[in-house]
């Protein structure tokens, strides 16, 4: 009897072992980005005032809509699809940039999401809406990257987006 | 069950014998003996049976989808306002096997009319879905899109189905596209049937009716000829590849198709029948199945085959070879009217459509649909990529679709510049033995659209564009000047370009010296980049330190971990493949946004569904502040610096991006230009290694011009350059100037580290 009780307690102990090897180590700050919260909207409101849009070119612009649509079916990998072959008609498109960005942050892969909004700004306007959202999108993917203070120098880069001039005006 | 039947056989037949008739002893012996014979072959022969039939069903469910993997090149995206001329349009559709008529009326055909293309692309099943035939109709003026449409709705974009360039074999493998049974045409389906086993549907693997009446024909007619055979039969002797017409070998094949039958349906033998027969030979590799023979010999998917194709391919099963509508034109026509009319009887055809047909030519494309192994350095690439995820089996087996980044159209200019550029310089400078390797990139998104490794670029083997690692010599500058930049110089620092002793750690000392041996004092760092002084570059080096260099490069992964950083390196003491070579200058060309340079865009599977992606992944590299300089400054080479000649040499006079490269005893040339959207990689030297007279700007250059001089190439803005102010300066001394000032020129400085000194004209 007391041979059986014990096999109980150490079957037990077993299981509860296995639980403990078999949890996953979760990552502290690990949470899904809300873009239209967390980068779009406050970047219009914030770049507001003087725009300067690039011209784009008519096919980007067709492959712009179709990855809209794609993202707003949350079919993420499809519209960064779109976004790709856009991507290799014209590689210094701002806009698109940033769009391939919004995705990888949607995706949770903020190192891209960092370089790609990095990429849009060195080729932006530096000014404005598409400022604002470039700076948000690395602040957010800074601090998911676990770097608070570079997260909060791009929080305030996108704020100055608004007032400041571009290079060269 | 074999083995029952051989134990109890003798048994029962000498004890019912026994049990009848009083019979002698030696007689009772005899006949069980026979019978004991009898037994153990009936039992052998059942044994027999079992083991082929088992055996044929395994190779039967091998074949039916042992698919090799077919690569396709990039898909033609156009646009409107893309910059494409005719001449270029018809090259990339005639490589993806589209067929010029005078009205498209199916897909794979396009028709020309002075600068207006109408084009009947084939279905597609990219990794963004399923995209059908459409008609995609251009208009073309002075080299650029003006307006396109598809299916007749005006529109700004269309992407043309990709080239095959090549598959992925076992080795001694077949060449094979598999289709469901519902995807081949009725006409093919039923055709098939009536000329070669018009019994198909109601025997069970032999038809005893079809044998007999063939036997007859060949004992009147005194040879073999008539074979008798079902569609079954052919199956299992299409299996085993062997056309071997003994008895045994015609008993097994009954054998095996009364086997098959009894285990498959018709629909499925039939299917695997349509998809196996061999139709052709392409180098050593068997052209096997309906689907690909349409490729092969018509370039369009067999479902857009018409009746007078379909009944030459089906007349083609008698004797692939013997009826090679290429070789033996005339053999082939008669053989495709002979199964016309038989479709006419057999009512499959109405006669009069017949009759219209035969009048038809056969329409068979002289070239292929398909070559195998054209482009064998750049598929030599793409195998060594998908080595990385897949398994050799998986590549060879199961039918996926590499879709690759080759631009045929690029290739085809590389692949021209390598042979007849190489011997027009031999020629004119007397060298002998040159051997080059090449890469075309797009440096934004990594993808290498063209690969030569050889001078040949046919021939298989040595592929020197990844695998020849030489000396880079000069190539290296640029980095050595960015790390300066980066260490706060500008481009109108002075350096002094005079002689230079580095002490070595070994106790040696090196004195680099000038391609000109001369000294040239003082000079900006502009001009000593651009006229690429070894002394000034040593000295600047030296300065910030070649570790520095060393730990840029090992970050590249273009250097080991372990190398040490010898002085030398500043000058490019370091072996490098043209491969290498453009994934260093990449991140230049990307504004410092580094991506992997790669042969392969996604693999899918039959089904197109995407099974590996290889999406654009940008890096930024630390200096990337600092490469618009390098740019600018890179372009200057082509106008006054080493690469003078450039712009000469190509007719045009663009801003390219452009660093020549020569080392030791003129060994090796290099060449590297990169424009707004391309990056190409030239190397030119002997395979020995042996001193060839060449420099960079004598051999290199010119094969690069050769590519680009029919290629449209968007030249870099230089006043776009991301984030630099201009200053009018003094090119000599770089004071800042005024801009009506005699010498003075514009130059780029990073905000933060502009010059100081103003000055008014120089009297």
């Known amino acids: 009897m007391h041979a059986k009780y014990l096999r109980w307690v150490l079957m037990a102990v077993a299981v509860q072992l296995v639980a403990c090897s078999s949890q996953q180590p979760v990552p502290i700050q690990e949470r899904s980005v809300d873009i239209e919260q967390e980068v779009r909207q406050p970047a219009e409101v914030e770049g507001a005032g003087l725009q300067v849009r690039p011209l784009q070119n008519p096919g980007v612009r067709e492959l712009l809509t179709q990855a809209d649509q794609a993202e707003q079916q949350g079919d993420l990998n499809q519209a960064g699809i779109f976004l790709e072959r856009a991507l290799r008609i014209q590689p210094r498109d701002p806009e698109l940039l940033q769009r391939i960005a919004e995705i990888k942050l949607q995706q949770s892969n903020y190192e891209q999401s960092l370089n790609y909004a990095s990429r849009s700004y060195d080729v932006g306007p530096k000014v404005g809406e598409l400022c604002s959202r470039n700076w948000r999108t690395i602040s957010v993917s800074r601090d998911q990257l676990d770097d608070p203070a570079g997260a909060e120098d791009a929080r305030q880069r996108s704020v100055a987006c608004a007032a400041k001039k571009p290079e060269g005006f | ?763």
Not at chain 2, 154 to 167: C, F, K, N, T, V
Request: with cysteine; glycine share 8%.
């Open chain 2, 1 to 763: 069950m074999a083995k029952k039947t051989r134990r109890r056989t003798p048994a029962k037949t000498s004890k019912r014998k026994s049990a009848k008739w009083q019979t002698p002893l030696w007689r009772i012996r005899l006949v069980c003996c026979l019978a004991g014979i009898t037994g153990l072959l009936t039992g052998a022969g059942a044994c027999w049976v079992y083991a082929i039939s088992t055996q044929v069903v395994v190779h039967f469910e091998q074949r039916r989808w042992d698919v090799p993997t077919r690569v396709y090149a990039r898909p033609l995206t156009v646009f409107t306002g893309m910059s494409l001329s005719s001449q270029l349009l018809t090259a990339e559709l005639q490589a993806a096997g589209y067929q010029q008529t005078s009205e498209p009326s199916q897909p794979g055909q396009y028709a020309v009319n002075g600068e207006a293309f109408a084009i009947y692309t084939r279905p597609f099943a990219f990794a963004d879905g399923q995209q059908p035939a459409q008609v995609v109709e251009l208009q073309l003026t002075g080299g650029q899109v003006e307006r396109l449409s598809v299916n007749r709705q005006p529109g700004s974009l269309a992407r043309l189905d990709p080239a095959e360039i090549g598959s992925l074999h076992a080795l001694g493998g077949d060449d094979r596209t598999v289709l469901p049974l519902e995807a081949f045409p009725e006409l093919l389906v039923t055709g098939v049937q009536a000329v070669e086993d018009r019994n198909f549907k109601h025997h069970y693997g032999i038809d005893w009716r079809g044998l007999a009446r063939a036997m007859w024909r060949n004992l009147s007619s005194g040879s073999i000829s008539q074979g008798g055979s079902t569609i079954t039969q052919q199956m299992v002797r299409n299996l085993y590849l062997t056309n071997n017409r003994n008895l045994w070998r015609k008993f097994n094949e009954m054998v095996m198709a009364i086997a098959l039958e009894r285990r498959y349906s018709k629909h499925e033998i039939l299917e695997t029948y349509l998809n196996q027969v061999y139709l052709g030979q392409v180098g050593g590799r068997g052209i096997h199945g309906f689907a690909r023979a349409s490729e092969y010999y018509f370039a369009v998917p067999v479902q857009n085959l018409q009746p007078h194709q379909i009944a030459l391919l089906v007349g083609m099963v008698r004797g692939a070879s013997w009826y090679n509508p290429r070789r033996h034109e005339q053999r082939a026509l008669e053989r495709r009217n002979v199964i016309l009319d038989s479709f006419a009887v057999t009512g499959l055809l109405p006669e009069q459509q017949a009759l219209q047909w035969r009048r038809q030519p056969l329409s068979v494309r002289l070239q292929p649909g398909f070559r195998s192994s054209r482009y064998p350095a750049f598929m030599d690439l793409v195998r060594r990529q998908l080595r990385e995820q897949y398994a050799e089996d998986e590549l060879q087996r199961e039918g996926l679709r590499v879709l690759t980044t080759l631009d045929p159209v690029a290739q085809a200019e590389a692949e021209q510049a390598a042979s007849k550029g190489l011997s027009g310089i031999e020629r004119d400078h007397g060298w002998t033995e040159l051997q080059t390797g090449m890469v075309i990139a797009d440096p934004h998104t990594g993808d290498i659209l063209a690969l030569v490794g050889d001078r040949n670029p046919a021939r298989a083997g040595f592929n020197r564009a990844v695998d020849a690692r030489r000396q880079v010599g000069s190539v290296i500058k640029p980095f050595v000047y960015l790390l300066a930049l980066a260490g706060g110089d500008n481009l109108m620092t002075v350096v002094s370009d005079a002689a230079i002793t580095v002490p070595m750690p070994n106790g040696d000392i090196w004195q680099p010296q000038n391609y000109d041996r001369q000294n040239h004092g003082s000079v900006t760092l502009l001009t000593a980049l651009i006229q690429s002084y070894n002394q000034a570059t040593v000295r600047l080096g030296m300065g910030f330190g070649p570790e520095r260099l060393a730990a840029l490069l090992k970050n590249l992964q273009l250097l080991p971990d372990n190398a040490l950083p010898h002085p030398s390196l500043l000058l490019g003491a370091l072996e490098l493949s043209p491969l290498e070579v453009a994934s260093l200058y990449q991140v230049l060309a990307a504004d410092g946004y580094r991506t992997r340079l790669s042969a392969v865009r996604e693999v899918l599977d039959t089904n197109g569904q995407a099974l590996t992606r290889y999406p654009v992944q940008l890096d930024v590299f630390p200096q990337r502040e600092m490469i618009p300089l390098i740019t600018f400054a890179l372009t200057e080479v082509a106008h006054r610096g080493t690469a003078w000649r450039l712009p000469r040499l190509l007719g045009r006079n663009l801003n390219i991006a452009a660093k020549t490269g020569t080392t030791n005893d003129q060994r090796d040339s290099w060449f590297v230009g990169y424009t707004d959207d391309r990056l190409a990689v030239v190397w030119v030297g002997r395979d020995d290694n042996q001193p060839a007279g060449i420099a960079g700007s004598t051999a290199a250059m010119p094969v690069w011009a050769e590519i680009f001089d029919d290629l449209p190439l968007r030249d870099i803005d230089v006043y776009r350059l991301p984030g630099l102010t201009w200053y009018w300066v003094d090119w000599l001394d770089g004071w800042v100037t005024e801009e009506n000032c005699p010498g003075a020129g514009l130059v780029p400085f990073r905000p933060g580290s502009e010059p100081l000194q103003w000055r008014p004209c120089r009297s």
